[in-house]
């Protein structure tokens, strides 16, 4: 099965591994299995994000839709999150379309929706989101805490300073120069492919050759270069 491995000069090891699911996976310091897309809640992407960076999508008018789920075998999920202003209802992203739920977005007047392809390039995110029973970048990083420490913290600053220090804390962790230049000529065509994303404080712009921890946009390019 393909992976992929960050290893820097000094701090923590970061490897991507698929089971034979086809599930992704991250392991810090070779230590027990975490849902990749649990990871990249804790490092403060959405469910919508991460659909948008890492799966195929399409838009669909609502009435081709629904003629599309009465001859697929597969289900069709939502790619966004839609809210209905006037009652503050959430529908989220991921929903799995079904009659009931295209009659509810067909009342809210909305003609098209974004949804995630059944194709073959989106099976491990999609399987994987499946499994991954963390919602919120809280319980992303009180789950990676209860991994790693084997008890679970109650208090998210302390389990967040601890995510932090094991890969963003220069004190810690160094890829050194060579490390930097080899992550950023191996990555570069994904880095070009990412950097007019934006999604919240995230710059999906290509480390400078001075940054010696990881970065957010490392580990993206990196599951994007695995997939």
């Excluded at 230590?31 to 649990?38: A, E, G, N, Q, S």
């Excluded at 990871?39 to 799966?55: D, H, K, M, S, V």
């Excluded at 839609?82 to 909305?110: A, C, H, M, P, R």
């Excluded at 994904?190 to 710059?203: A, L, P, Q, T, V």
Aim: hydrophobic share 40%; charged share 30%; aromatic share 10%.
């Amino acid at each position: 099965l393909y992976k992929a491995a960050i290893i820097p000069y000094r701090g923590s090891w970061l490897e991507f591994i698929f089971d034979n699911e086809n599930l992704l996976y991250v392991m810090i310091d070779k230590r027990r299995k975490i849902y990749v897309t649990t990871f990249l809640r804790a490092l403060g992407l959405t469910t919508e994000e991460i659909i948008n960076i890492f799966c195929l999508k399409e838009t669909i008018e609502i009435t081709k839709l629904e003629n599309m789920l009465l001859q697929s075998e597969k289900p069709y999920r939502l790619a966004q999150q839609i809210i209905d202003e006037s009652t503050g209802e959430v529908i989220e992203s991921f929903s799995e379309l079904d009659k009931n739920l295209i009659e509810k977005i067909k009342k809210l007047q909305i003609s098209e929706v974004s949804v995630i392809l059944n194709s073959d390039k989106n099976v491990a995110i999609v399987k994987t989101l499946e499994e991954d029973k963390t919602l919120t970048y809280q319980e992303a990083v009180q789950h990676i805490y209860k991994v790693l420490q084997q008890h679970f913290m109650l208090d998210f600053r302390v389990a967040k300073n601890y995510l932090d220090s094991l890969l963003f804390n220069s004190k810690r962790y160094d890829l050194s120069k060579i490390g930097r230049y080899k992550i950023n000529r191996k990555l570069k065509p994904i880095f070009d492919e990412i950097k007019n994303i934006k999604f919240g404080d995230i710059e999906f712009e290509e480390p400078t050759t001075n940054t010696r921890t990881v970065t957010v946009v490392d580990i993206i390019a990196t599951i994007k270069f695995l997939l």
